[in-house]
């Protein structure tokens, strides 16, 4: 498995860890400008802790949706070049705007990622890669609606949670469900499950089709 450029494993009190270069955002550990990339707090910290191979690399332009207060995105404008981060609710997005402040490369949008035609006009299309995590019903629909975005080559790199589509159904019937619908639009090339770092968490990376 490679990690993306700009992201490495680093020791922190002994312990190997991922982590990337710039401020800290959530009171993270930082040791010679390295920032300890918590795998509990974040879906795609999990994901690269799980040995998925992304396809993400250092300098991509990137598509994040779900940004909430930027602990992830703020990892990920570490290491890629343009970071559109959409977020809806407004509170996190506070959070969010404090945290762009110190990366010029990231840019908060108070925005529904189920209506791409809002952010059109702001991000750019033929980006490297949609890094989604929204925890919403209808998860596969936003990546289906989102692709736009994306280069023929481009990846999908994304978190379903099974409770988000359905509380009652089992997980692994929730995730067949959307992948499914998320081959309408994408061919998937890898899943993992996410524990123990998210229960009930699909990691997905594709590409459009
Ligand atoms: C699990 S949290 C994201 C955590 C974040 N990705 C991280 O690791 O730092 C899910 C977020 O998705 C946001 N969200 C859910 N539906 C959304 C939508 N349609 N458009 C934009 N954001 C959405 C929620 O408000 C919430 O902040």
């Known amino acids: 498995m490679s990690l993306p450029d700009g992201v490495q494993r680093r020791e922190f009190q002994g312990e190997s860890a991922l982590a990337t270069r710039g401020d800290p955002v959530y009171g993270e550990p930082v040791v010679d400008g390295w920032r300890r990339w918590d795998p509990h707090r974040s879906k795609l910290g999990a994901t690269l802790e799980a040995g998925l191979e992304t396809g993400l690399s250092g300098g991509d332009g990137v598509l994040y949706l779900g940004a909430a207060s930027g602990t992830t995105v703020s990892h990920v ?31 908060p949008l108070l925005k529904d990622a189920r209506r791409p035609e809002t952010y059109a006009h702001v991000v750019e299309s033929g980006l490297d890669a949609i890094v989604q995590d929204v925890a919403t019903r209808g998860q596969a629909d936003v990546a289906l609606s989102n692709r736009e975005f994306l280069h023929d080559d481009g990846r999908f790199v994304g978190a379903i949670k099974a409770r988000s589509e359905d509380v009652t159904e089992a997980p692994e019937d929730v995730f067949e469900r959307v992948l499914d619908r998320l081959r309408d639009g994408y061919e998937v090339l890898d ?17 459009p089709r």
């Open 77 to 107: 404008a570490d290491f890629a070049g343009p970071t559109y981060a959409v977020e809806f609710a407004p509170r996190p997005t506070r959070d969010l705007l404090g945290v762009a402040e110190d990366r010029g490369n990231l840019f």
């Open 191 to 207: 899943t993992a499950r996410l524990e123990p770092y998210h229960d009930d968490h699909l990691a997905v990376v594709a590409t």
